[in-house]
């Protein structure tokens, strides 16, 4: 089984003296955000991991349909990204639960906070190899 560190808040969370682990459901949710919120380049040994999804969105002074295009573009291929890296772990004979397997994406929201117009609101949908499906959402500021 695989497992990743619990990062809370940037930090690498510790229970009794002892790191974190996550497994199943929440590494999956784990690593959608971490490469959904890793910027294209920012990892300077895999240069090609991550989205554009922050340098998409943030600066920009008017949300229209081009950049709600473009964030669901962006985030489509995080997620089509870390679907590759998973068959790959598991071609490397690395074991994975079923739990934490992205299987397909159902859908993925963009709409404007509506109490503040300076905030996105980004919703996705997955669906994981176990058949259950996650709702993660989340807020990136313009």
């Known amino acids: 089984m695989s497992f990743g560190l619990k990062i809370t808040n940037g930090d690498i969370e510790l229970s009794g003296g002892s790191i974190s682990l996550l497994q ?3 590494k999956l ?3 959608v955000l971490k ?3 890793t910027s294209t380049g920012e990892n ?3 240069p090609w991991y991550g989205t554009p999804l922050l340098s998409r969105v943030v600066g920009q002074s008017t949300i229209s349909d081009v950049i709600e295009k ?3 573009d962006a985030i489509s291929y995080g997620l089509g990204n870390l679907k590759t890296l998973q ?3 598991e071609q490397d004979s690395q074991f994975v639960t079923p739990q934490e397997m992205l299987a397909s994406v159902k859908k993925i929201g963009v709409k404007l906070n ?3 117009k300076r905030k996105l609101v980004i919703s996705i ?3 994981a190899r176990s058949n259950e499906l996650i709702t993660e959402s989340f807020i990136v500021n313009v």
């Open 24 to 26: 199943n459901k929440d």
């Open 29 to 31: 949710i784990q690593d």
């Open 35 to 37: 490469i959904l919120f």
């Open 44 to 46: 300077k040994i895999h």
């Open 70 to 72: 473009e964030v669901i």
């Open 87 to 89: 068959q790959l772990q």
């Open 114 to 116: 509506e109490q503040d």
């Open 125 to 127: 949908e997955i669906v």
